[in-house]
């Protein structure tokens, strides 16, 4: 995992690794229409330092797998867990998502907030569809644009990005295709990325760059970090994360 030290060592001690909230998590809950009282097994994917992992079990009565392929990150889920009294419904899993251990029908719940971009939507929902029981439910946030067209240089920074980035009726429309009936989406507000991401983030900088003496590829981090930050701010009335919510059908 050498690659990955400085986005790790950036990144852990955040509260969350992507734009979202406990707000927005909690209204996903509820347009999901789970039965809070009956017994529940989630995976929680792309689960980071477990921002969605905490609540959901604090929640809902469920057991929730949170898999995440980098160790670090799921270490400091381990201790939040731990300090809030949740470890008995957590476990943790190190790998990756796009070759998941899990077996078929396992889950109740799918729940992936800001990180099936990875792998891409489509290979994400269709892929994990077969881990979710008749009837069970996919939570997947994934960036979308919010409005029909869009500045040229907005389109080719996230064409670049994240070619999949598309329209919520496109991603709906993805969804029904691939066996899925959408029961839910809303679009994440702003403070989701500028108070609860992109801020800390950006108050990280300067630790970040000296505890990596100042090198030239934490030197790129920071100005990525920063690019997207200032498009984002520029173009925010363009995209967002959408929060998709689905049952999967027979
Ligand atoms: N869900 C968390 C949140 O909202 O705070 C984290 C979102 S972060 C933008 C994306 C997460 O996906 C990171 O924790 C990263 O380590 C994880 N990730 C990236 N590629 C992965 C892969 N192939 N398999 C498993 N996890 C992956």
């Known amino acids: 995992m050498e690659d990955y030290q400085l986005l790790i060592d950036l990144h852990k001690g955040a509260d969350r690794q992507g734009p979202g909230g406990d707000a927005e998590t909690r209204m996903a809950i509820d347009l999901s229409m789970v039965d809070r009282a009956a017994p529940l097994q989630i995976a929680d994917i792309g689960c980071g330092t477990g921002s969605s992992t905490l609540l959901l ?18 270490e400091v889920l381990e201790s939040k867990a731990d300090r809030a009294g949740l470890s008995g419904k957590i476990s943790t899993l190190s790998g990756s998502m796009d ?16 990180a099936i971009y990875n792998i891409g939507f489509e290979k994400g929902v269709t892929d994990w569809r077969r881990y979710l029981k008749v009837g ?17 240089e907005l389109q080719t920074y996230w064409q670049g990005e994240y070619p999949e980035i598309d329209v919520a009726s496109a991603k709906i429309g993805l969804l029904e295709k691939k066996g899925y009936a959408p029961i839910g989406y809303f679009v994440l ?18 630790s970040f760059l000296n505890r990596n003496g100042n090198s030239e590829e934490a030197q ?31």
């Open 220 to 250: 790129a981090i920071v100005e990525a970090g920063n690019r997207e930050i200032e498009l984002y701010e520029k173009y925010k009335t363009h995209y967002s994360y959408g929060v998709y919510i689905a049952k999967k059908l027979d």
């Open 57 to 74: 079990a604090q929640q809902l009565n469920a057991q929730i797998t949170a898999v995440d392929f980098l160790q670090d990150f799921l």
């Open 136 to 152: 069970g439910i996919l939570v997947v946030s994934d960036i979308t644009w919010i409005t029909a067209s869009r500045p040229s």
């Open 189 to 206: 507000p702003e403070y989701c990325w500028l108070d609860n991401y992109y801020r800390p983030m950006q108050n990280s900088f300067k």
């Open 99 to 114: 070759s998941l251990p899990f077996s078929e029908g396992e889950f109740d719940v799918i729940w992936s907030e800001g």
